[in-house]
């Protein structure tokens, strides 16, 4: 199974902005959907941004927003790091969240947030207004 290590998380200004990174154990990108999710205290986590950059002629290549970041979030992958980022900017409080790395396989794609199984431990970040 793949192993997720996120960094990049920390404190940030209202309107300032981050970039997080997630570093995969192996190179898995033609088979695997990534994705960064948020949870804060006493809530579900919450999907923020899909991506997939595979080859597989079944899957096309995509990404996908919630409608809370669409515009000021912007995931990306970097396959020879075996990396995918997660790049926000125009950051507010309630971005305030611990950051979390996920992964599934692409064969039932990779629209459904809930089919991500495999985790990274995450990383905070605190917005202040």
């Known amino acids: 199974q793949v192993q997720l290590v996120e960094s990049g998380g920390g404190p940030v200004q209202d309107g300032g902005s981050l970039i997080l990174s997630c570093e995969a154990s192996?190179?898995?990108?033609?088979?695997?959907?990534m994705a960064w999710f948020r949870q804060v205290p006493e809530k579900e986590r919450e999907g923020v941004a899909i991506?997939?950059?595979?080859?597989?002629?079944?899957?096309?290549?995509?990404?996908q927003y919630a409608d809370s970041v669409k515009g000021r979030f912007t995931i990306s992958q970097d396959r020879a790091k075996n990396t995918v980022y997660l790049q926000m900017n125009n950051l507010k409080p309630e971005d305030s969240a611990m950051y979390y790395c996920?992964?599934?396989?692409?064969?039932?794609?990779?629209?459904?947030?809930?089919?991500?199984?495999?985790w990274g431990q995450g990383t905070q970040v605190t917005v202040s207004s």
């Open positions: 996920a992964a599934k396989g692409v064969l039932s794609g990779c629209e459904r947030w809930d089919e991500y199984s495999t």
């Open positions: 192996e190179n898995t990108y033609d088979t695997t959907c």
């Open positions: 991506i997939y950059t595979g080859s597989l002629s079944t899957y096309p290549r995509n990404t």
